[in-house]
């Protein structure tokens, strides 16, 4: 769809950059923003953005486009740092469930969003921007169910920002790690995975299908890993079952891409998901209450973005560099471990309490 726009390789490439650059700029937004509104007046203020971005990115020049993208960026990332604050204060016994329902959500938005765009691009005979435009809708029908929620009483006013004490705490450290490691993971295979099949001489075709796995599967992976970590307390078990999952899937790929290639691509699905879940549910069930939760996931969040974003440049020089997808493979594997390490530190028990 990218073809449609009509942009040169530069300006697609910084299409396709501006949403992880925003994800980590605006997440340290997050706080005071919950600090000053409350979560649920913030959360409709991002929503309100993200209809703005959603409406304004189709209709005028190329301009538009990257001005509409930046805002549902910095929206988008200011409510997934809410979100985690959010379940920790209003389900603190349910934070493994409301957790797997929020990524489950996210998964089958995006799933609808990748799977319907092009066909409603051919209904609307080929123009790009009313294709854009409607999902605005979608935005809006999330504006409408969510209003209702601003009536509730505001909690108690907290000091914005993320603690300098967070900074000091080692489990803060760890969980953040987690969460820039699994990012970095993911975006490598969501940037590389079909062409790495297209070089092993697969159609174009199959290739995109080995992705669509990957993304399908994950809904089962964001729902089973918050709840299993929480309902038997033993989320470090968790983390090693999803890292795990992902590093044979990474193996398959480097040794026998072309054996099992549904295999790999399920492994990977579950496990890059339920990693993803379970950082989220870390960020809630690891802090001691909502105020904190909400620091933790900027500060996770803001910085993990930052480090996700080095991973599918630093896969695509390593390409470059050997010739080949053994190198990038390799280190991406390597990448795995180090998510495994820093998640158990993450999901030790005890509360980040600064």
């Not at 995006?110 to 051919?122: E, K, Q, S, Y």
């Amino acid at each position: 769809m990218l073809r449609d726009l009509h942009l040169g390789e530069f300006e697609r490439s910084l299409l396709v950059t501006i949403p992880v650059i925003c994800f980590s700029l605006a997440a340290f937004a997050g706080p005071p923003i919950s600090a000053r509104f409350g979560e649920e007046r913030g959360l409709l203020a991002m929503c309100a953005a993200l209809c703005l971005g959603l409406a304004l990115r189709p209709w005028w020049s190329s301009a538009s486009l990257f001005a509409g993208t930046v805002l549902c960026g910095l929206a988008v990332a200011v409510m997934n740092v809410m979100m985690p604050s959010v379940i920790r204060r209003r389900f603190a016994s349910r934070v493994g469930e409301m957790t797997a329902a929020y990524t489950m959500a996210l998964s089958i938005g995006a799933a609808l969003a990748a799977g319907l765009t092009v066909p409603i691009l051919g209904a609307m005979g080929g123009r790009i921007q009313p294709a854009l435009a409607v999902w605005s809708v979608a935005a809006a029908a999330a504006f409408v169910i969510w209003l209702p929620q601003v009536r509730l009483a505001r909690p108690a006013p907290r000091a914005p920002g993320t603690s300098l004490g967070l900074l000091r705490d080692l489990q803060a450290w760890q969980i953040t790690l987690f969460f820039g490691f699994q990012s970095a993971l993911f975006y490598i295979l969501l940037s590389w995975l079909p062409t790495i099949y297209r070089d092993h001489g697969t159609s174009p075709a199959v290739a995109g299908a080995v992705l669509a796995v990957m993304s399908a599967v994950g809904i089962a992976g964001n729902l089973a890993a918050p709840v299993l970590a929480h309902r038997t307390g033993r989320a470090r078990l968790v983390v090693g079952l999803t890292s795990g999952l992902t590093i044979a899937g990474l193996g398959g790929v480097l040794l026998a891409p072309l054996s099992a290639p549904v295999l790999w691509a399920t492994l990977l699905g579950i496990g890059t998901a339920g990693t993803f879940s379970l950082t989220l549910f870390l960020m809630a069930s690891r802090a001691k209450d909502s105020a904190l939760a909400a620091r933790l996931s900027g500060m996770a969040q803001g910085i993990g973005y930052m480090i996700s974003a080095l991973g599918p440049l630093g896969a695509g020089l390593l390409h470059s560099v050997s010739g080949g997808w053994t190198v990038p493979l390799v280190g991406t594997i390597v990448l795995g471990a180090a998510t495994l390490a820093a998640g158990l530190g993450a999901a030790r028990p005890g509360a980040v309490a600064r």
